[in-house]
């Protein structure tokens, strides 16, 4: 089975310019997370979906950023315009729904690594 | 408001070695999940190891174990006969234990170096 994927691995924009970060999330999973790690950082949440609904977008930074995911399959990222402190690399994650106690593990892709200029 | 702190940025031991790493965490919550991942230099990060707050024992998988220490909110990982394939970078990692709240509160990280 294939896990999280992500598209490009690497982008390097200028400052002004316009990226756009995909993630496909394993086959089946509903629930779908972005973490973006700055250099020398944390990684951070940034938003959640369930299928196609935000769950929770408390962790995305500002405007710039936009996320989608229609039809509840893949979701893009997108940075319009990006600056210089939205360098860094953005996971995608992915995870079945299900009842809590059960605990259902994130699977994370790759990372893209955004440079900007 | 959760935190997740890794006091060591840097560690290199030799192959075979035992290594300790630490965690410490801060949350008013009285159930959670703790997390080891690891993501070596391909990128991928996996979980390592999973703590649930509710267990007293501590967790085990294969030459990976954790040190659970709730009161003093530390979960720290070991490393018992090191691989060279252990070098990766290891973050500390909560998540509360609640429906609709699965954000994961990671650490900055340690880079473990395993030396020939």
């Known amino acids: 089975e294939a896990g999280v994927t992500q598209f490009p691995s690497h982008s390097v924009i200028e400052k002004g310019q316009t990226v756009t970060l995909r993630c496909d999330p394993i086959?089946?999973?509903?629930?779908l997370y972005w973490y973006r790690r700055v250099m020398g950082k944390e990684i951070k949440f940034l938003l959640h979906f369930v299928k196609e609904s935000k769950q929770d977008e408390s962790g995305m930074p500002n405007n710039r950023f936009l996320a989608e995911r229609t039809g509840g399959t893949y979701s893009t990222l997108k940075v319009q315009p990006a600056e210089l402190e939205d360098s860094g690399v953005y996971f995608c994650?992915?995870?079945?729904?299900?009842?809590?106690?059960?605990?259902?593990?994130?699977?994370f892709g790759p990372g893209t690594r955004l440079t900007v200029l | 408001a959760q935190t997740v702190t890794q006091s060591q940025p840097e560690m290199s031991v030799q192959e075979a070695e035992t290594v300790t790493l630490s965690c410490t965490y801060d949350t008013s919550e009285s159930n959670y999940y703790l997390f080891w991942y690891k993501q070596p230099p391909s990128r991928q990060m996996i979980l390592v190891i999973r703590?649930?707050?509710?267990?007293?024992q501590n967790a085990t998988e294969n030459r990976f174990s954790v040190n659970f220490q709730k009161a003093a909110k530390s979960f720290s990982l070991k490393i018992s006969d090191s691989q060279l394939g252990d070098t990766a970078m290891y973050f500390c990692a909560f998540m509360k234990h609640k429906d609709r709240d699965d954000k994961i509160i990671f650490g900055k990280g340690t880079r473990l170096h395993i030396l020939p």
């Open positions: 086959s089946g999973h509903d629930n």
């Open positions: 994650a992915s995870s079945q729904v299900g009842r809590r106690p059960s605990y259902n593990e994130q699977f």
């Open positions: 703590q649930e707050a509710y267990k007293q």
